[in-house]
């Protein structure tokens, strides 16, 4: 038996027949797609990319000039930053879980590789990420990212994707200039 659109919105107690996906299918899979030739929707498989094809489509957005945050391989945020006239913020970096002697900008010139000093600062673009940022700060200051609790101004960073300008950041440093990108305890 073949079941029309409002009988199927008849049945499923919804007043839109539109907002019915096809019979037999998974609800949850389709969304209805609407075009201006077509004002009656057509339903079709949600995107639903494998991370290559994610990857490809990132990479033909950037090839295209589609402003959307891909940054070509190899490429740093705070070089793409600096080539592209973005501020580049200069922030102090403080640890509340290691000691000076811990963490800072001094190498041991032993070949240890042990990092010292403290508080230091790094130079990185508005528009870093924060999961760029703690490969910045692991770089600089000798600081694990696994152990990097980050937080500007009482506002925890934890999202890893969200860039510096998101948090409000590139904003506030300009007026407060010595508040630190703080690494937390808890």
């Given at each position: 038996?073949?079941?029309?659109?409002?009988?199927l919105a008849e049945l499923s107690g919804r007043s839109?027949?539109?907002c019915v996906p096809p019979p037999g299918a998974d609800p949850?899979?389709?969304?209805?797609?609407?075009?201006k030739y077509n004002p009656t929707p057509e339903w079709e498989p949600m995107y639903a990319p494998s991370k290559e094809q994610a990857e490809a489509d990132r990479a033909a957005a950037y090839a295209a000039g589609v402003p959307h945050g891909y940054l070509a391989p190899g490429a740093s945020?705070?070089?793409?930053?600096?080539?592209?006239?973005?501020?580049v913020l200069q922030l102090w970096v403080v640890s509340e879980l290691h000691g000076d002697g811990e963490y800072?900008?001094?190498v041991d010139a032993a070949g240890?590789?042990?990092?010292?000093?403290?508080?230091?600062?790094v130079a990185v673009g508005a528009r870093t990420r924060v999961e760029?940022?703690?490969?910045?700060?692991r770089d600089a200051g000798g600081l694990l990212p696994a152990l990097q609790r980050l937080s500007y101004a009482g506002k925890h960073l934890d999202d890893s994707q969200r860039t510096l300008q998101h948090y409000g950041i590139a904003y506030w440093h300009k007026r407060f200039p010595h508040w630190p990108i703080k690494i937390r305890k808890y």
């Amino acid at each position: 038996m073949r079941w029309s659109r409002e009988e199927l919105a008849e049945l499923s107690g919804r007043s839109d027949p539109s907002c019915v996906p096809p019979p037999g299918a998974d609800p949850t899979a389709y969304e209805v797609a609407f075009s201006k030739y077509n004002p009656t929707p057509e339903w079709e498989p949600m995107y639903a990319p494998s991370k290559e094809q994610a990857e490809a489509d990132r990479a033909a957005a950037y090839a295209a000039g589609v402003p959307h945050g891909y940054l070509a391989p190899g490429a740093s945020r705070a070089a793409a930053g600096a080539a592209e006239g973005e501020e580049v913020l200069q922030l102090w970096v403080v640890s509340e879980l290691h000691g000076d002697g811990e963490y800072g900008a001094q190498v041991d010139a032993a070949g240890s590789g042990r990092h010292r000093g403290g508080p230091f600062r790094v130079a990185v673009g508005a528009r870093t990420r924060v999961e760029e940022l703690r490969a910045v700060l692991r770089d600089a200051g000798g600081l694990l990212p696994a152990l990097q609790r980050l937080s500007y101004a009482g506002k925890h960073l934890d999202d890893s994707q969200r860039t510096l300008q998101h948090y409000g950041i590139a904003y506030w440093h300009k007026r407060f200039p010595h508040w630190p990108i703080k690494i937390r305890k808890y």
